[in-house]
């Protein structure tokens, strides 16, 4: 059996997972470098019976699982991944095994952006560097409003830290109650009140249908010209085009984003052209805590499916399928 680990842009792979414990007579290979191209990443992955994806930075649509007859596996990190077709999966006999992470990277991740932002950390540390010696007056947190964009596990924790700054905490999302709200130091406002009064604000929702867009031409518009927007969540939650139109314009002060409709972002994106703008490489969830339980997670998926006894089945109506392509 031969496991294809992809996406270890870090190159740590190797080092934070005991691949040893592997069933005897498996082997793993590691790609560091990101295939985009379909036609790429299906010749590279045809000798393979099981493939690990991290998070969703390489997609598996229905048309590049259909041509990979030998795979047998598919592992995500993480309990969900909208980048894999688990309709396709299924129909085709495929197993999707998740992994959990392990800490609090995104909401670690959410106020160290907030902070180099509003600071200009990043900002002044590389013109330090280059003999500039302070530029900027930064802005303080304290008695600001923070406005969140969902109080899920991740939205509840960067309230907390904002209550530990002293900021007024304002939160909505289309299903929140006022008692959530609550638990969570916030007080729950309509969608249009977040936007207007917030000096930040930061999105915490799961990428779908509804949330698709959700922040666009329309919300930007709303927001002070001193505010802030962070997105740690997804990239399609905020219409690209309207944020970069919007911090060109100036119609808000500046963006802290670590994801993006397409990732890897291209070199010549214009988001890194446009002003006060911090951009992060989805690191959100990229923690040696959360690599190590990634990993450990993916070994024992893949010892569980070779013993015949799968775990971790994200689409568990595959295992009653006559397609099921099972280890033996």
């Known amino acids: 059996m031969k496991l294809a680990v992809l996406d270890d842009y870090q ?10 414990s592997l069933p005897p007579g498996t082997t793993v290979q590691f790609f560091q470098d990101h295939i985009a191209d379909e036609d ?45 077709d688990m309709d396709a999966a299924s129909d085709l006999g495929i197993p999707v095994c998740g ?8 909401t670690e991740l959410t106020w160290g952006l907030i902070l180099s932002l509003l600071r200009h950390i990043h900002e002044e ?35 907390r830290v904002g209550a530990a700054f002293d900021m007024n905490i304002i939160a ?11 638990e969570c130091q916030a007080t729950l406002v309509d969608k249009e009140t977040l936007f207007r009064e917030s000096d930040i604000v930061s999105v915490h929702l799961v ?25 740690i969540s997804r990239g399609p939650i905020v219409d690209e085009k309207a944020l970069i139109d919007a911090l060109e314009r100036k119609a808000i002060a500046g963006a802290a984003l670590d994801t993006f409709d397409v990732e890897p972002l291209p070199p010549n994106h214009p988001l890194f052209k446009t ?52 280890y033996n």
């Open 275 to 326: 002003p006060n703008t911090l951009i992060c490489p989805h690191l959100g969830y990229v923690t040696e805590e959360s690599y190590r339980a990634f990993y450990s997670g993916v070994i024992e998926n893949v010892r569980a499916f070779t013993s015949g006894e799968p775990i971790n089945v994200i689409n568990e109506d595959v295992l009653t399928s006559t397609d099921f392509r099972g």
């Open 207 to 231: 990428l779908s249908e509804r949330s698709r867009g959700l922040v666009g031409v329309e919300e930007l518009e709303m927001m002070k010209p001193t505010a802030y927007l962070v997105n």
């Open 11 to 20: 190159g740590t792979a190797k080092d934070l997972g005991d691949w040893s």
């Open 125 to 159: 540390d590389k013109r330090s560097r280059e003999g500039t010696w302070g530029t900027t007056v930064g802005v303080g947190l304290k008695g600001k409003t923070l406005g969140l964009i969902g109080l899920g596990h991740i939205g509840s924790l960067v309230a």
């Open 40 to 84: 790429k990443l299906v010749e590279r992955l045809k000798g393979f019976d099981m493939v690990m994806g991290m998070r969703e930075r390489t997609p598996f649509t229905r048309t590049i699982l259909s041509r990979l007859p030998k795979l047998r596996l598919l592992i995500t990190t993480g309990l969900r991944n909208a980048s894999f």
């Open 172 to 182: 909505w999302s289309q299903n929140m109650t006022a008692d959530r709200a609550q």
């Open 99 to 106: 992994a959990r992470g392990a800490g609090e990277g995104p």
